[in-house]
């Protein structure tokens, strides 16, 4: 089988996925807005503030969403399926993502199962997220409380 660009346009897209999840559970915010288009978009399915409504736009509003982003997250991606029709291309991408968020004397988990739908667009940089939508199928919340004290002493 011979390599074609389009193989070569699915592999670049399968490493900005993997550059996707990475960069957001670290919080290197600038390079993680850097992915998307200069007027990129991330709409959450889930947390979305109004029908439709991006919860960010551009890379300045999707680099502060990274940086505000409450508790720290594990974002695990399973292989996307991808069509690539020249400069663009669209992509459904499993997900599995895991939120902690630490408050005094507590600690919460959120465990999230979804699915992106992303359309991407070729740039002057390589392939770049033109706009991402996210979609929750199940939440699930767990919470653990302080530890369990030692026993008393008599």
């Given at each position: 089988?011979?390599?074609?660009q ?10 900005l ?126 919470h ?11």
């Amino acid at each position: 089988m011979e390599f074609t660009q389009n193989h070569a346009d699915v592999v670049e897209l399968m490493q900005l996925e993997a550059r996707y999840s990475a960069l957001f559970d670290a919080r290197q915010a600038a390079d993680w807005a850097a992915l998307f288009t200069e007027d990129g978009s991330y709409q959450g399915g889930f947390f979305r503030r109004s029908p439709g409504e991006p919860l960010a736009t551009g890379q300045a509003e999707l680099e502060r969403m990274c940086i505000e982003h409450a508790g720290s997250t594990l974002h695990a991606l399973g292989l996307p399926i991808l069509t690539v029709e020249g400069d663009t291309a669209v992509g459904r991408v499993p997900s599995i993502s895991v939120v902690m968020e630490n408050e005094p004397g507590a600690t919460s988990a959120l465990l999230y199962h979804g699915y992106y739908d992303v359309r991407y667009r070729r740039t002057a940089a390589g392939w770049r997220i033109e706009h991402r939508v996210s979609y929750t199928v199940t939440l699930q919340e767990h919470h653990r409380g302080d530890p369990i004290p030692a026993l008393p002493t008599i």
